[in-house]
Structure formats: C-alpha cells, structure tokens
C-alpha cells in the first residue's frame, strides 16, 4: 500500500517536472464558471514545495499499518493543495482549499488522541477562514464580473477604496487563520499536538504555508505590491500596510516563542514554534521589496524543511517509546544517535545559526527590515529569535540529553530506517541550503519578476547577496568543518584517560543515593519559570482562549434563548400565527 | 321593511356583519379554547363564516339560483355557480379534515386521556 | 593566510590569557587581595591539557567542548582585527555582522550540548540560567548594532569602520548605542552582575562543572579567543578599529577596564531580575539611539 | 401523455391498495415502486421536450382547469418523482425489517401525497392549487401520525391543526380575489390583480404569505414543524423535507413572481428568511434529538432558499434552484441513513451517530453533511456559491456576511455530528445496511457528487426554471389558453 502510495505522490512530481513551467489548462465547469490550471514560478515553488514534503512524509508512514483510506485521503489532500498554488482562477482556489480543509480534518480525525473539541476548532477556524475568503471573492467578483486573477488583479485598481480595504483585510484573516497569526492561532496548537504524528509534520510544514501563499498571491499578484504602496502610503522606506502586518508578525513570533518554551508536551512546542516562525515570514511579507518577497519565500522553503525534519523526528521517537512528553523523555542521545543527529540539525537550522539553512532565511529577513529601516520590526525578531534558542535546546534536552526517566527508555533501539531515511534527506537539504545561499537566488528572482520587484544578483552558489551585505555560506561552511576537524584532531591527539560512560546514579544527589526510580532527569521543565519576569509573565498570562470560550458560551445562550421558542404548544403557535397576521395586516394596510 | 332587507346592498351588508361575527367567534374560540374538539369545531365555525360570506355575497337580489330546468332560459338571470361549486368542495375538504382531526383526538384520548392540546408537549427535545 | 589565521588565534590567545589574568588581579586588589600573578591563567590551562580527565559521558560531551572551541575561532577570524591593513581582509568580507552575531551563539550551543549529556543537575541549571539570561542580554547589543548598520547602511564590519573615518567614532557619535553595548557586553564577559550561568558559589561554575582535563583546558583557551573576538568587535564598531597592535592593545585594554570597573561594583542578579533590568534601562537607553538614527539620522 | 396522468396514475394506485395488499406484501411495495418509476420515468419523458406543456381537461382556459408544465415546474417535478422513487425503494426495505406494520395505510397517503404535491405544482388555477394544497395536507397529517403511538398522533394532531390555520387563510384569500376579479386562473389573476383596490391586495397577499408561509416553515409560523419531524418516521421526514416543503415554496415563488410582488415584497421575504435562517441554526446548536436537529436545519435552508428566491435576479434564483435541489438531495440521504441507525438503535438521540460502526454509512452522512454546508466538491458548494455570487452581483454584502456567518453556526453541529461519527473512543455496534438501501444511499451520494464537479448537468435545468419563474409570460399565455 505504501509503496503504490509512494509512486502516487511521485507521478505528479514528474509531471510538473515535464511540464515544466508551461502548464495551462482550462476546464469549463459550468458556463459560468472556469476552473483553470496555470503554472507561474510562484505556484511552482509552493507546487514543488509540498509535493516533496508529502513525498517525504510517505516514505516515513512506511513503517506505519496504516489503511488504504489514510493514504487517499492525504492523496486527495495533496492533490487539494496542488489545486490551489497551481489555480488560475478563484473558483480553482477556493475549491482546492476546502478539499484540503475537510480531508485534513478527516486524516486529523484518525489519530487516537484526538477529541471532539479539538476537532471542533480545527474546522470552525478552518472553515471561518475559508468563508472570510469566499467573501472576499464574491465581493472581487461583484466589481470584475470574473473569477479569473489576473481580471481581478487588472480591475483592483478601479474599485473603491473601501472595497480594496475590505478585500485586503478579508484575504488577509483567511490566510492569517490558515498561518495561525496570533489571536486567530486558537485551533493550531491543539491540532498539532493531537493530529496524527506524522500529520502534524504535514500540518506544520505545508498546510501553513498555503496561508502563506494565499498571502503571496493577494499581495503580489492580486493586489500587487505596488498599488499597495499606493493605497496606504510609506513609512520610513517601506509601506505603512508593510508596517502594521510587521507588527502582527513580529507580535506573533514573539508570543509564540514564550508560550513554545512553557511547554511539556514536545508536538505543543513544536506547534508554537511553527506558529513564531510564521510570525517572521508574516513580518516580512508585506515590505513589498524585493528582499522582504525573498527573505519570506527563503524562510518558507527554510521553515517547511525543519518542520518536516522535527516532526519527523518526533513521531519516530513517540513511536518508539509511546511517549510525548519532556517529563517523560530522557537521555536517549546513545540510543538513538541517528535520530539525535537530526534533531540537533534539526534545531541549529531552527535557532538560525551559521552555517546552516535557517542563518541564510534569518540574514535575509533581517536585510529586508534594514533596507526598510523598520528597525524596531528587526529588533523584535532578533529578540524571538534569541529566546527561540530556549526552546531549541529544550527540544533537544528534553528528549535525548540528561538522563532516562524510566527503565524503558534505556532499552529504546534506533528508530526505524523509514523514519531515518526522510530526516537525512532533510538534514542534508538543510546543509546545503547553508552552504550554497546562492542557488535561493535563482529560484527566486523568476517569482520577483512576477511581482515585478527588482532581482537579486547573482554571485556564485556560495553567496548570499542582500541590499546591506553579502556573506559566503560556502565559506563558513568550510572553515566550519576545517576548524571543527583541526580541534578534534587536536584535542584527540592529546592522550588522557577518562573513565567512561559513568552510572547515570554516579552523581551527587544532596547526599543522598538516588534509587532506581529517582527521576535524575533535571530541568526538562525549564522555562516554567519564565512567568517571574514581568514582559513575559504579561504574555503568558494571557490567552486568546478565554474570548474564544466566551464566543461559544454565547452562542451556546443564544442557541439556549432560540430553542425556548420551539417549546412545542401549538396553541401558542396558533395565537403567533395569528398575532403575526394581525401585526402584518396593520402595517401593510397603514 | 321587507324592501328595505329585499335590497341586495342590505342583504350584503347583514352577510358581511353577520360572517365577519361568526368568523370571530371562531377566531376567540382558537385563540382560546384548548380542548381540540373545541379547537376543531371553531375551526369549523370559521369556515362556515367564509362560505356564508363567499356564497351571500354573490347573491344578488332577483337572480335565480343555478340549475337548469325549464324556467331557466338565458344565463343572465342566475346567481354565479362557481362560487357555489367551489363551497361545496371546500366543505367536502373540511369535513374530511375534521373527521380525521377528530378520529386523531380520539385515538390520542384513548392512548392518554388528554385533549388539551396545550399539554400535547411530548415532543420536545 | 593561513598563516595569518595561527598568527592572529596565537595572538588572541596570549592576549586574552593575560587580559584574564589581570581581570583577576584586578579584581583581587580591589577586593583588598593579593591575587594570582597575572600569567596563571596562562600556566593552567597549559597544564590542564596534560591532565587526565576525571568524567566522560560519551561522544556528545567530547563534541561539545569542541564545537564550543570551533564556534569562537571562526568568530575570531570572521572579525576584522586591523582597520587599514589587508589582514585577513579576503577572510572576514566572507562574513557580516549577522553571522558573527549568530556565530557567537553557536559556540555555547556546543557547549551546552555537552552540559546536557552528562545531566549533571548544576550544570543543566547554569545553561539553563545561561539562556535565560539571554533573552534580556542580547537586546541591547542588537539593538546597537541593529542601530549602527542602519546609520552605515551595511552590515559589513569594514564599511562601519571606514565609515567612522570620515564621519567620526560612533561612540561618539551614537553614544547610547555605546551604553548600551556596554551594558551586554558585562553580561558577555561573564561579570557582575550578569555572571549568572557560572556563579561559583551557586551552580559550582555552572556549566563547567564536569569537564575536567583537556576539556576544560579547551574550555578556557576558547573562552580567551572568544573573549579577545568580543573586545576587538567593539573596538571596531564603536572605536573606529585599530590600524595597529599598539592601538589594537590600548583600546582592547580601555574597553575590557572599563567593562571589570562597571562589573566589579554589582552584586550578582537573579536571573529574571537581569532580564527584568536588562529589559528596562539599557534597552530603553539603546532604543533612543536607536529612534535618533532611524527618525533624525 | 397528458400531464393529467399526474395525478391520476397515483390516484388510482392509491384507491387500487387494498386489492394489492390482498395480492400479497411484496405486490403491495412493488406497486409502489412501479407507479414512483413510471412518473420519474414520464418526467424524464419530458426533459428536452418545448417547454411548456399544457394538458386542458374538457374546457380550455382560462375557463376550464389546466395543468401547465413549464421549465420551473419541471425542476420540481424531476426533484418529486425522484424522492418519491427513492423513498418507495426505501420503504421495501422499512416494511421487510419492521413487519406487521399497516402498509397499506402507507401506501395509500403516500401515493396521494405523490399526486397532491404534484398536482400543486402544475394547476395552473389558484382554487384547484387550494385543493392540491389540501389533499398533500391531509396525507402529510396522517404519515405524519404514521406511528400511531402517542408521539405519531400528537405530531399528526399539531399538523392538522396548523393546516387547519393555513388553509382557513388560503380560502379567505381566493375568495377575497374572486370577489375582486372574478376568476379562479392564474393567468387571468396574474393579469388584473394590479387592478385590485391596494389594502385589499395587501390583505389577499397577506393571507396567502400566511397560509404558504406557515406550511413552508417559515419563522414565527414554524414553531410546530421540528415536532412533525420528530413524531414521524424518517422516511417521512424526507418526504417533507424534501417533497412537501418544497413544494409549498414553489407556489409561495410563483404566485410571488406571477402576481409581480417582487418589487414590493422582496425586502420582507428576505428578511423574513434571514431571521428563519438565523433562529434555526442556532436553536439546531442545542439539540439532542437527531431528527428535531436535521428538521431546524432544513428550517434553515428553506430560509436561505427565502432569501435567495426572492430577490428577483436571474443569477440569485438560479443559485437558490440549485442549491434547492442540492439540498433536496442531500437531505433525502440524510434522513435515510438516519432511519437505518434509528431503526438500529430504537432511539433517536443524537448518540445513535456516535455510537454506529459503518464505514459506508459514515461516509455517506459525511457526504451529506459537507453538501448542506456547501463545501466542495459536493453539490450543495455550486448551490451556495452561486447564491452568493448573485448576491455580489446585486452588491448586496449584507447578505453575504449574514448567509456566511450564519453557516458557521451550522458548521458547528454538522461537525459535532462528524466528529462524533468518527470518534473512536465511543462503543461502537456494527450497522449492516441492506442491499436495497446501499444501492439508494450510493446512488443519491454519487448525484452529490456528481453535481457538485459537473454542475451543468443541473444548471441547465435550473436555468430553464429560473427562466420561467422570473418571465413567465409563456406560462401566462398558456394559462390564458392563447393560442390554443
């Protein structure tokens, strides 16, 4: 099953590959509306972008007995998705993203941990936002009398201002829903962490980023950058739209970043990880230059190959050992050495550091805030950035370093080659993102010719050029290796003996012998602890959950108030009837 | 006097009084009473206020009722027959509401000796 | 330029040895001590190689000291160490601000991997004090530096020297900034009162605790180099750099001085009443300089 | 083949039952069946056919009484006969499970039931649409009362009454518009009713938004009909979802657009069908009952279908005829799969969804479920979304955010409904779904699907009655009897 599955996702691979970049196909639905396919190379990235994600993801269920209807649902999903960054017209769109919301929510449904309520806000926000963009769409369509994007996109300039205001924030809440921008991220935390293992990797990697499309083709292509900066204005040396969406960006990321770190449960911190690096892709998206469209888009390509890794990671690891949580990990780095390699590249690329992918994104967001001066913006993302590094080495801690917390844990094996196979890819991708920044440049400079934004040039695979600064990633990578294998030479040459792989008992415990079932696994909780500085006590505290709760107790009331109408005496109903007759007759009749 | 109620205009005018009167004793009768069979017969009473309303008003004085036989002639002289016609399947329609109202009652009796349609609540959520 | 690169880790290594072993002595004599001599430092790291090491934990924690080490040589000779001489020069236009502002971070990462393998509970508390801290630490430095490669408009560390040529030292020129730098840059150099990861008497030097021998020896030969990248870093954003040895010692030594005074006088924080400090003032005192360049420059 | 056979075919049928109960159960069902296929099948006859069609009984019109078939009544048509299809397949295998039941009795209303209903979309004359009107009432009040359990009788009993109110209101209307103008035709009535004194047309207009409005659902006259679905079978429940109601708001639309209200009366429709809309999905939300929950959602379709038909735009109405038909499609499904798990369980709780282990049922209800929502790529999408873009059209965004809004109220409990279906942690207990039912519910699951990814199948469809309810000067030409 898997392996049929497997050559599924592949075919339409090959087929975009064949294509390559001269699809376009129309299908009359009815004679009104159109479905059309069309291939422009910022569908293309997004098109490729998933497809080997969900390419990835299959081979790692191989492992997995999972039923036939598993897999033609994620088919049909990834087929969804493929609708939707290839579609030419909104009616494509909007079909491909409800058929990727209902056969995620099935999919999400499989998982053994999963509960009605969680279920709940998946679909409700879910379909909240696909509802904000058919609103959206109706409303572009009353003024181009056509689905089509570039008829919208040739019409936007002549609808009123109010109207290109309306359209603007409708598309926006529907992708920022989609992307899990902060206040409207209520339903992705819960979702992440209870979806199927290995669908969380999905969930994370590719289904936020159609948000990120969406925004893409609203911003670039729909509305366009350019009108834009025409609309609202400049701040500084960017868009005074850029600006706000900056904010929410950076607000995003920031928040998320300190709720990632109080977490237990590793999927709840993955997921508000996901959430904080959305928040710099959404902080940059709106600078309408050049180097804000490609730091986005690099930080996209960056984001969803980590998330994938990670998620990976994890599911293997929850596989193997039935547990989810930092309390109840531990110590499994000799154990599972392959899978802790990948993690840890997993979390440098995460964290942003050189000389791997993540540092190529960052450089490039943080050059797009100072083409546009928004210093503060780029102040609050160096600020997520380092207290990302919390949660980065929580991750790593908390699962594979300190020490086993229970007897099991220490006669975990390797996990499976299936889970190895895709995180090597992975990690591999991730490296040489970092070392050859460049080739980003020539994937990207087609799409910021769409946007007809100026390109970026091009100087060698190794070098990543910007506005303010270029560095080699090659470079770094090299001495990286070269300094890295000269000191361990060195410190190896230098004989010492060490005794060996100590007891995990073998320490000072207060003076105390620690037993066989004292937990020695210190701090795996850190960053509970955070709540006693001021700043952050004022995020944690807060929740979004408490206004979404309150939404449904009313409606629940309201629902509670209409049905004391249908109480079931008909004499009652009968008087209605004819009081409403009476009311009717006086009114019409005056 | 008889040709002061022999004119078709007071004739009218008594209908119209006298259904409009019937028609709301009907209306206070649902509006009021609870018990079905009440209900029903003031359902009743109210239809018959619309025949009596419908047929009276398209009787004019001198005019001959519909039916042809040898005195009738021409079909300038006579009431509208189409009035009368449409009354008589109404009625027809009506008694059959209220025999099946009524067989429903009493099934509904027999099964829990209620007829107060005002406590027929079961069905509720 | 290899042969650059030995010359400038030799040198950064002498001079990063001694600027401890006078961080010691001074301390010391403020403190009313003799103190060690001021070449200590020097003498056991040396010795420390040659020691055996009580502990090990595996390979982790034989990479750890190691990516720590490799994290601040490739600091080292990412920073631009003379302002007009082609020292190095092909080396450090390979790199920009950012990456050494992330770079910095990767050395501890290693670090703190080690740490974590051998799961000693001190140690896990000093990393974990150690991140902590940075949330708050970091913030007045990048706003600075954010401040400063807006006024040069490049994040390249030559531009921003040569920039200061003509229009003047930013310590002068951005003298919040430079407070502001200050302040991380005490927290950087591990003193008072942002000495929070290693605090001796607490966590028993965090975490450090279990390496021993040539680790630990590592440890402390990084730990100059790093420290040693840091001063010149500042010198070069803030001082316009040095066009020689003389001039790079002299205002190394002014900026390490200067950064031992502020610290000598502090009591150690906790560690959220660091961030909460570092989060209020400098910060407050950097995002000024920060608004004059951006909204005046 | 005259349009008379309508309403004969069923009649006699009807009248036939006792004899073909004594020939044996199976004769009884077949017969049934047989009369629901050879209406569909003399509906399909008239697919393609010019349109419309008249069938004269001894006198020709405006005098004598018509039956009148053009393109909207075409639309209804193919939607009765085929529910009335797939429910007579259905009750073979109700009656095979549940024996002993009075089938005849069934039989009997639910053929006059097929006639009644019919026969009110074709009269092309507003006192036999009266009579039409009465006799689907008087079937509807006894399969309603088809249990004659204390549930069944008192739903039957409320039905009558409330019919009772409307029809008293349908008689006061006609005979105020025959004192007017003189004339039973709708062709003569649609003609002169401008010519009516404007309170008294105010007044006819009135009583027969009343008497339709209070028998298509409409709010503050709907209070009684979640209780009729709740006392009744399911099967039944589909009937009146998607037969019976549906066809007192096709005379409620077509007297509206043959009197010319539109202009007058539109705002108040709307809005009407807004609060009906509003009020029944949220008083859905707190249901435990499934049959009361499906009944308030169909109560909330019909107001959305009040909304988009009365807006008088070609596009809007055209999407409210699909989505009408989505709707009747979808609900049918619903409501038989739901009878299989009542039947199943005994019990109409809404745990009876949680509780079931079928895939095909699951699968079918979920089908359902997502084309009611209006989610692609099921039916109910292409419904919604033209609707919607009629609305935008007509740039009138309030509705759209209302009708949008609102549907996310209803996404709250169809998908409490999903999840529930899907919840692995609940007992479950296998439902075996007979051959009979599987061939029906996969057939009316695939028209789902197949309308929803190639609409045009339908669209021309509802083009044609949009056609001819928004111009219905052939219809008036007909039912003038010009050119006859």
């Known amino acids: ?590 | 006097m008889l040709d002061f109620f022999n004119n078709t205009q007071t004739i009218h005018m008594i209908i119209i009084i006298g259904s409009m009167a019937l028609f709301f004793i009907g209306f206070y009768g649902i509006a009021t009473q609870k018990n079905l069979v009440k209900v029903l017969v003031s359902f009743d009473i109210m239809e018959s206020a619309l025949f009596l309303f419908f047929i009276g008003l398209h009787y004019q004085v001198g005019l001959v009722a519909p039916i042809v036989d040898k005195n009738l002639k021409t079909f300038t002289s006579m009431v509208d027959p189409v009035p009368q016609a449409m009354i008589l399947t109404t009625i027809v329609i009506g008694l059959a509401v209220l025999a099946l109202g009524l067989s429903f009652g009493i099934e509904y009796y027999k099964l829990t000796g209620r007829n107060d349609i005002s406590k027929m609540n079961e069905l509720r959520d | 330029m290899i042969f650059q690169i030995i010359l400038l880790i030799m040198l950064a290594y002498v001079v990063g040895f001694i600027y401890f072993g006078l961080y010691r002595n001074i301390t010391a004599r403020i403190q009313g001590r003799y103190g060690p001599t001021v070449y200590q430092s020097f003498y056991d790291s040396i010795k420390l190689f040659s020691k055996n090491n009580t502990v090990s934990y595996g390979w982790m924690f034989y990479l750890g000291p190691v990516i720590m080490a490799t994290g601040a040589v490739l600091t080292l000779v990412l920073v631009p160490v003379f302002s007009d001489s082609d020292f190095l020069r092909s080396v450090t236009s390979q790199g920009n601000l950012f990456v050494l502002l992330y770079l910095m971070v990767l050395g501890p990462l290693g670090n703190a991997l080690a740490v974590g393998t051998g799961g000693n509970p001190f140690g896990v508390m000093g990393v974990v004090r150690g991140l902590t801290r940075l949330i708050g630490l970091e913030l007045p430095f990048y706003i600075a530096v954010v401040g400063l490669i807006i006024a040069a408009n490049s994040s390249d560390i030559v531009h921003i020297i040569d920039v200061q040529k003509t229009a003047g030292l930013n310590i002068i020129n951005h003298p919040l900034l430079f407070i502001g730098a200050m302040i991380s840059m005490v927290g950087f150099f591990g003193a008072s009162p942002f000495d929070i990861p290693g605090a001796p008497q607490e966590v028993y030097s965090g975490p450090r605790t279990e390496f021993s021998g040539k680790f630990l020896a590592l440890l402390m030969s990084q730990g100059s180099l790093f420290a040693f990248a840091k001063l010149v870093l500042i010198v070069d954003l803030f001082l316009g750099g040095a066009d020689s040895l003389v001039m790079l010692v002299l205002k190394t030594f002014t900026i390490f001085v200067a950064i031992i005074f502020i610290g000598i006088v502090y009591g150690r924080y906790k560690v959220e009443q660091a961030v909460d400090f570092l989060m209020k003032l400098p910060t407050l005192i950097a995002v000024l300089g920060l608004a004059r360049i951006v909204w005046f420059g | 083949m005259s349009l008379g056979y309508y309403f004969l075919l069923p009649v006699l049928f009807s009248f036939l039952t006792p004899y073909f109960k004594k020939l044996g159960s199976f004769t009884l069902r077949g017969s049934s069946i047989l009369l629901s296929l050879v209406l569909f099948l003399q509906t399909v006859a008239y697919v393609g056919v010019k349109l419309p069609q008249i069938s004269q009984f001894s006198i020709k019109p405006p005098l004598g009484i018509a039956f009148i078939l053009d393109g909207y009544s075409l639309l209804f048509l193919l939607i009765f006969t085929f529910s009335a299809l797939v429910v007579s397949f259905y009750m073979y295998w109700f009656f095979e499970e549940n024996s002993g039941r009075d089938e005849a009795r069934f039989y009997v209303f639910f053929n006059m039931l097929i006639a009644g209903s019919i026969g009110m979309i074709l009269s092309c004359d507003i006192f036999n649409l009266y009579i039409f009107f009465e006799i689907t009432g008087i079937c509807s009040y006894t399969l309603s009362a088809f249990n004659k359990d204390k549930l069944g009788l008192e739903s039957g009993i409320k039905y009558l009454i409330i019919g009772s109110i409307a029809s008293i209101f349908i008689v006061f209307a006609i005979m105020l518009i025959y004192l007017q103008i003189g004339t039973v035709n709708l062709g003569l009535i649609a003609q002169r009713f401008h010519l009516i004194d404007p309170k008294i047309s105010v007044l006819i207009v009135l009583m027969l938004f009343i008497g339709f409005g209070a028998k298509a659902e409409l709010f503050p006259m709907n209070f009684w009909a979640p209780d009729i679905y709740q006392g009744s079978i399911s099967s039944v429940n589909g009937l009146f979802s998607s037969v019976v109601a549906k066809a007192y708001l096709f005379v409620f639309f077509h007297l509206f657009y043959l009197f010319n209200l539109g202009s007058k009366y539109m705002l108040f429709v709307m809005v009407i069908g807004a609060i009906t809309f509003l009020v029944s999905e949220f008083t859905a939300l707190n249901q435990t009952n499934v049959k009361r929950l499906f009944a308030y959602s169909t109560l909330g379709q019909l107001g959305i279908l009040f909304m988009a038909l009365s807006t008088n735009s070609s596009q809007t109405v055209s999407g409210a005829l699909f989505h009408l038909t989505s709707h009747s499609i979808s609900k049918l499904l619903i409501f038989l799969a739901l009878g299989i798990l009542i039947h199943k369980f005994k019990s109409a709780k809404i745990d009876i969804l949680g509780n079931f282990k079928s895939g095909f049922l699951t699968i079918v209800l979920a089908i359902g479920f997502l084309s009611i929502l209006g989610i692609p790529p099921f039916s109910g999408f292409v419904g919604k979304i033209l609707i919607l873009k009629g609305f935008a059209l007509s740039q009138n965004y309030t509705a759209i955010a209302f009708i949008l809004l609102v549907s996310i109220v209803e996404a709250i409990y169809f998908f409490r409904l999903t999840a529930m279906m899907l919840d692995k942690k609940r007992a479950k207990v296998t439902v075996k779904v007979g051959s009979v039912n599987y061939i029906i519910l996969t057939l009316l699951a695939v028209l789902i699907i197949l309308f929803g990814v190639y609409p045009s199948l339908l669209t021309h469809y509802t083009d044609l009655a949009t056609n001819a309810l928004l111009h219905p000067t052939n219809y008036l030409n007909y039912a003038l009897g010009v050119g006859l």
């Open chain 1, 1 to 590: 099953m898997n392996s049929i599955f497997l050559l599924l996702n592949l075919l339409p691979i090959l087929f975009l590959y064949q294509f390559g970049g001269a699809l376009h196909v129309s299908l009359p639905l009815t004679s009104e509306f159109t479905l059309s396919l069309i291939q422009t190379p910022l569908g293309t990235f997004f098109a490729y972008l998933s497809l080997i994600s969900f390419l990835l993801v299959t081979i790692a269920q191989k492992s997995k007995k999972l039923a036939c209807n598993y897999y033609v649902l994620q088919f049909l999903l990834s087929m969804a998705m493929l609708a939707i960054v290839l579609a030419g017209d909104f009616i494509t769109f909007f079909i491909g993203w409800e058929i990727m919301t209902w056969s995620s929510y099935f999919l999400i449904s499989k998982s053994n941990s999963i509960d009605i309520k969680s279920l709940q806000k998946y679909i409700l926000f879910s379909l909240a936002s696909a509802f904000s963009l058919i609103a959206g769409i109706v409303i572009a369509y009353s003024f181009a009398h056509s689905f089509d994007f570039s008829v919208i996109s040739n019409s936007f300039k002549d609808m009123p201002f109010n109207i290109k205001v309306a359209l603007i924030v409708l598309f926006s809440l529907s992708f920022f829903t989609k992307a899990g921008v902060i206040g409207l991220h209520y339903w992705v935390v819960d979702t992440y962490s209870k979806a199927p293992n290995l669908f969380s990797s999905i969930l994370s990697a590719v289904m936020s980023k159609m948000g990120i499309y969406g925004l893409f083709l609203v911003y670039g292509n729909i509305v366009g950058y350019q009108e834009l900066k025409m609309m609202f204005g400049t701040i500084l040396n960017g868009t005074d739209f850029g600006y706000v969406l900056a904010w929410i960006g950076v607000a995003t990321s920031i928040i998320a970043t300190f709720k990632a770190i109080t977490q237990d449960e590793v999927k709840r911190l993955l997921a508000y990880s996901s959430i904080a690096q959305l928040g710099y892709i959404i902080a940059v998206i709106g600078f309408g230059t050049t180097y804000g469209v490609a730091g986005a888009m690099y930080h996209t390509l960056i984001h969803t190959i980590i998330k994938l890794l990670l998620f990976i990671n994890v599911a293997a690891i929850v596989a193997q050992t039935g547990k989810n949580r930092f309390s109840q990990l531990g110590g499994l780095i000799y154990r599972t050495p392959v899978s802790f390699v990948m993690l840890l590249i997993g979390i440098i690329g995460l964290a942003g550091m050189p000389p791997l992918g993540g540092f190529a994104s960052k450089f490039m967001m943080y050059n797009a805030a100072i083409d546009t001066k928004f210093a503060l913006i780029l102040i609050g993302m160096l600020f997520s950035g380092a207290a990302s590094f919390l949660y980065c080495y929580k991750l790593v801690y908390g699962i594979y370093l300190g020490h086993p917390t229970s007897k099991n844990l220490e006669t975990t094996k390797e996990v499976p080659i299936s889970y190895l196979i895709p995180q090597i890819i992975l990690a591999l991708l991730l490296v040489l993102a970092g070392t050859f920044p460049g080739a980003f440049i020539k994937i990207i400079n087609p799409i910021l010719v769409e946007f007809s934004l100026s390109t970026i040039p091009y100087s060698g695979l190794g070098v990543m050029n910007s506005a303010v600064g270029s560095f080699n990633g090659f470079f770094i990578m090299s001495a990286f290796v070269v300094f890295f294998v000269l000191i361990l030479l060195l410190i190896t040459r230098i004989k010492s003996k060490a005794k060996n792989n100590l007891n995990r008992f073998d320490i000072s415990y207060c003076g105390e012998v620690p037993t066989q079932d004292t937990s020695l696994h210190f701090g795996f909780g850190f960053g509970t602890d955070l709540y006693r500085i001021k700043f952050v006590n004022a995020i944690l505290k807060r929740s979004s959950s408490s206004f979404y709760e309150s939404l449904a107790t009313q409606t629940k009331k309201t629902s509670e108030l209409f049905s004391r109408m249908y109480y079931g005496n008909i004499h009652n109903t009968m008087i209605i009837i004819l009081l409403f007759f009476s009311t009717l007759f006086f009114i019409g009749v005056n």
